[in-house]
């Protein structure tokens, strides 16, 4: 009787312990983030980026799963600032093809198919229904601030909202609340883009780290089309004073869905003298068609 009062005791013991780890996996601690303005923030943000006359990520993994079609390239990217973003793609030892942007056209050589594609980058942003630029996709393998509104001001996040979310700084063009209001009114929502003269109305979210201040997400909401791209930086390193993402996680839903893991090493800032691009006179030149 006593050694089964005994194993009864144990029994409950096991049981009331197992319940507790249970319950303490569940538990999500909030960090206390001190409020800050959302002037001040994406000043420190910025003093944070990393500073270069020219970026050289010379070992670049990336996998892209296209609708469940996976393809696997490395290469290297490198920026002249402000002006060139070069980057070059092959598979094994087989290069596969390159390309060249400056700031208002790009060229494109394929190695495969031996052909060069050259056209401005105002067709690209025509073609997928984003304001896309040289300035954004250079923020983005830098791991730059950007916003997306390209006017003329001195403080392009004049009118953005910064609340906190999910532990980190999040800043919004939009109001979350008027976000929804916009996405259930059609009405409304053509009255705000005739008011801020856009075609299309995308909201842009980032999300800043409140330890190191950088950039650690974006994201980007297409309320026309309901298409979302979503941008991580992961596995930040020390370059010098500063920080860099060692991976990059961009993905799209919506009516296509498009996954990206990019892998970033061996980078390095100011090194780099040479960018020049050469094409073989003998590779056919055709127009680039994007669906």
Excluded at 159 to 164: K, N, T
Aim: charged share 30%.
């Amino acid at each position: 009787m006593k050694i089964k009062a005994i194993l009864c005791c144990c029994l409950w013991m096991l049981i009331i312990l197992v319940s507790g780890c249970k319950h303490t996996e569940k538990i999500v601690i909030e960090k206390k983030i001190r409020p800050v303005g959302i002037k001040r923030l994406v000043r420190t943000v910025t003093g944070n980026e990393l500073k270069y006359n020219t970026l050289s990520v010379k070992k670049v993994s990336l996998t892209l799963d296209n609708n469940g079609k996976v393809n696997s390239v490395r290469g290297f990217y490198r920026i002249k600032r402000d002006s060139i973003i070069q980057v070059s793609a092959q598979t094994l030892i087989i290069p596969v093809g390159k390309l060249e942007l400056s700031t208002d056209s790009f060229r494109v050589v394929n190695h495969l198919g031996k052909q060069v594609m050259k056209g401005t980058i105002q067709k690209i942003a025509d073609t997928i229904g984003y304001d896309i630029d040289f300035q954004i996709v250079q923020s983005i393998l830098s791991n730059h601030m950007q916003s997306m509104r390209q006017d003329l001001k001195e403080n392009k996040f004049k009118e953005y909202v910064l609340v906190v979310e999910n532990n980190m700084y999040k800043i919004s063009s939009i109001r979350e609340r008027k976000f929804r209001k916009f996405a259930a009114n059609e009405e409304k929502l053509e009255r705000f883009k005739q008011r801020k003269d856009e075609q299309h109305l995308v909201k842009q979210d980032i999300f800043v780290d409140p330890d190191i201040f950088v950039v650690r997400k974006e994201i980007y909401h297409d309320i026309d089309t309901d298409r979302v791209i979503t941008i991580e930086f992961s596995e930040f390193k020390a370059i010098g004073t500063k920080w860099f993402p060692g991976k990059i996680h961009l993905s799209v839903s919506g009516k296509e869905k498009l996954d990206v893991q990019v892998e970033l090493s061996k980078v390095s800032i100011d090194d780099e003298n040479d960018f020049g691009f050469s094409i073989p006179s003998k590779y056919k030149q055709e127009e680039l068609k994007l669906k």
